[in-house]
Nanobody, 124 residues
């Protein structure tokens, strides 16, 4: 069992930055792949970024590449998503998820555990 708690969402103007955090508990964090996904009203959940167990692989969605950075701190059992140059189209509920395989896959069905989500709103 893995418990995930996201934080750091909020309201920001276009061009601004936010850093999301996801604290994990219940299983050895360093063995987990971690991912960030998002969902906005009327749209399907979409992949944002992922990181494998070692931090050596970090795939990104094309829409966020160059603006978002995923990282992890295994000592704090936490994964982060630094979001810069935010755009109104980044507005969504952001979810972190845990991949038991350690890979950090780009598809949602590869993840066994999900957080409750944190709202990010970018105003124009």
């Amino acid at each position: 069992q893995v418990q995930l708690v996201e934080s750091g969402g909020g309201l920001v103007q276009a061009g601004g930055s936010l850093r999301l955090s996801c604290a994990a508990s219940g299983r050895t964090f360093r063995s987990l792949g971690m991912g960030w996904f998002r969902q906005s009203p009327g749209k399907e959940r979409e992949f944002v970024a992922a990181i494998n167990w070692s931090g050596g692989s970090t795939p990104y969605a094309d829409s966020v590449k160059g603006r978002f950075t995923i990282s992890r701190d295994n000592a704090k059992n936490t994964v982060y998503l630094q979001m810069n140059s935010l755009k109104p189209e980044d507005t969504a509920v952001y979810y972190c998820a845990a991949d038991l395989s350690g890979v950090g896959r780009t598809i949602g069905r590869g993840y066994a555990y999900w957080g409750q989500g944190t709202q990010v709103t970018v105003s124009s």
